[in-house]
């Protein structure tokens, strides 16, 4: 069985990176943890999801799609700025993936425009 659960320090390792970096992460919520007793655990699916979601940013940016606002509020540069917003989470974190999908980076949510 392959592992559920990873120690912040075995998390950071996955991730090659390093253990502040990892908690700086922690502490925006970009990767979710699990509690047990005082044990904090990172799960092996969140890992995962934050890969894929760099990923898909680093694909957007190299793309041309998507900027970055000052206030750190990501939207399509076809969209005036706030206007696009996650249908999850409401905040203005959103990429456009292709000309049909985004993804939003706060919560991980991704949806398409076709209904």
Do not use: N
């Amino acid at each position: 069985m392959d592992r559920l659960l990873f120690r912040i320090d075995e998390a950071a390792e996955v991730l090659s990176l390093g253990k502040s970096k990892l908690y700086e992460l922690l502490a925006r919520g970009e990767l979710p943890t699990v509690k047990i007793g005082r044990a904090t655990r990172v799960p092996a699916e969140s890992l995962q999801r934050w890969v894929r979601k760099q990923v898909a940013a680093a694909e957007s940016a190299a793309a041309g799609r998507c900027r970055d606002e000052p206030a750190g509020r990501l939207h399509c540069r076809d969209e005036p700025a706030g206007r696009l917003h996650c249908r999850a989470c409401d905040r203005a974190a959103v990429r456009v993936l292709d000309d049909e999908r985004f993804i939003c980076f706060a919560c991980g949510f991704e949806w398409s425009s076709r209904v």
